[in-house]
């Protein structure tokens, strides 16, 4: 998946840090554990890949948590749909001729 590269283990935060509390921002570690996931899921990481950078210890944990963020089949569609016609309404129109010239008649 794109934008995802992540070794098991390799961003978790460690344990002592987890139980901090809150910063000089305001923002609580567990606070930063949402944005880090709700971003690895932009980027495009799977359950898993969130799940092992999390420390999730069930399997159960991470989709509960934040199945919302991940896109839904419908989300998929209209992205491939706009980005499909945006590729071909960008290409130049002499290509479009060219192409359209090689087609078999209809």
């Known amino acids: 998946m794109t934008g995802c ?4 283990g390799q ?6 840090h987890r139980s901090r509390g809150r910063e000089s921002t305001g ?6 554990r949402h944005f880090y996931a709700s971003g690895l899921i932009a980027a495009g990481c799977d359950v898993v890949t969130v799940q092992r950078a999390l420390g999730h210890g069930s ?8 199945a919302h963020l991940w896109p839904s089949a419908e989300d998929r569609t209209r992205g491939v749909a706009t980005d499909l016609m945006a590729t071909a309404l ?8 060219r192409t359209a010239e090689g087609a078999a008649p209809r």
Do not use: E, K
Not at 5 to 8: I, R
Not at 27 to 32: E, R
Not at 59 to 66: A, D, G, I, L
């Open 5 to 8: 590269v992540s070794a098991p």
């Open 11 to 16: 961003h978790r935060l460690p344990l002592a």
């Open 27 to 32: 923002a609580a570690v567990h606070d930063l």
């Open 59 to 66: 399997t159960t944990v991470t989709p509960n948590t934040y």
């Open 90 to 97: 960008a290409r130049p129109l002499a290509d479009r001729a």
